[in-house]
């Protein structure tokens, strides 16, 4: 399988790569199960064709890698629902979907894989072995589907980064890990950035990255912590609180753009948007990125 190589299209491209926007947040209007936690992955089933034009929007809006409408397609959020189709079926619908509506562009097709319970939640509900064997297979559903690179998203605690780094680069599965982080730099876990990020990167990702958080806190971060590795962004855009079960957005595509410019110096190797945002995010992004790197 020819697959695409992130390193590579940043090189081609020469300016940071854009990452999509909000899928879940932006398909939850159609999904009528609330409270559910297979969340916007039920509508690769029920409605793939609403998920097709969300990533066609998307790619048409300037987005370089676009993810898979797996957020919630793990084995873990797999086994509280009923469905009438296997885990890895339910995977290879999101992974064909995605990969369909890349058609013949150059686009990296990232594999969502999120924690395997709330992001937000700071206790754990599942054993060890339950948490080990909800990553490999779900990571590995996403790799033998076609996914271009394994994208862990929104990780906020120790035991699942080094279960997830381990895996994906003992099996040369190219991944990123992306980041949330409270308010004093730390996992929810309670280990500080530095420590996580010395673990990361011992296990030579693609990248590493923030996502789900503010941008004052990146702020914070790149204040605080010398980034010395690849490494890239995506910010949240929604109001409200992350436990609500209806995310809005409160940020403007121009006022998105003037938080993510003043990192451009600091050489991100991929710029997106979180929960919240729309296409319009995307294409405000790449105007701007266009502007900026064609001269």
């Known amino acids: 399988m020819d697959r695409k190589d992130l390193l590579k299209l940043y090189k081609i491209k020469m300016r940071p790569l854009i990452l999509d926007g909000a899928i879940g947040s932006s398909l939850q209007t159609l999904s009528v199960q ?6 916007s992955s039920r509508l690769n ?21 676009i993810t898979t409408n797996t957020f919630r397609t793990n084995p873990v959020a797999y086994n509280s629902a009923q469905l009438k189709i296997t885990n890895e079926d339910f995977v ?12 013949d562009e150059n686009i990296i097709v990232a594999g969502s894989n999120a924690p395997a319970e709330d992001c937000y939640q700071q206790e754990r509900t599942i054993s060890k072995s339950e948490l080990i064997d909800n990553h490999f297979e779900h990571i590995e559903y996403l790799w033998k589907q076609g996914c271009d690179i394994i994208w862990n998203e929104t990780f906020s605690h120790l035991d699942e980064i080094e279960i997830v780094s381990n895996f994906c680069s003992s099996n040369n599965f190219p991944f990123t890990i992306n980041i949330f982080l ?10 500080n950035l530095a420590d996580v990020m010395d673990l990361i990167k011992s296990h030579k990702p693609a990248a590493i990255g923030f996502n789900c958080i503010h941008s004052s806190l990146l702020k914070n ?6 980034i010395n590795y690849r490494w890239g962004f995506y910010l949240n855009c929604g109001s409200g609180n992350f436990t609500d079960t209806d995310i809005s957005c409160s940020v403007t595509p121009a006022e998105y753009w003037s938080n993510a410019e003043k990192y451009l110096k600091y050489s991100p190797l991929y710029i997106g948007s979180c929960c919240g945002s729309n296409p319009a995010h995307t294409n405000f992004i790449k105007e701007k990125l266009n502007e900026i790197y064609s001269n």
Request: glycine share 6%; proline share 2%.
């Open 34 to 39: 609330k409270n559910d936690m297979l969340w």
């Open 221 to 226: 971060i790149i204040d605080k912590h010398k």
């Open 45 to 65: 089933l029920s409605n793939p064709t609403e998920v097709s034009k969300l990533h066609k929007s998307y790619i048409q809006a300037g987005a370089d890698i």
């Open 182 to 191: 409270d308010k004093e730099l730390k996992l929810l876990s309670g280990e």
């Open 92 to 103: 290879k619908t999101a992974v064909e979907i995605a990969i369909d509506a890349r058609g």
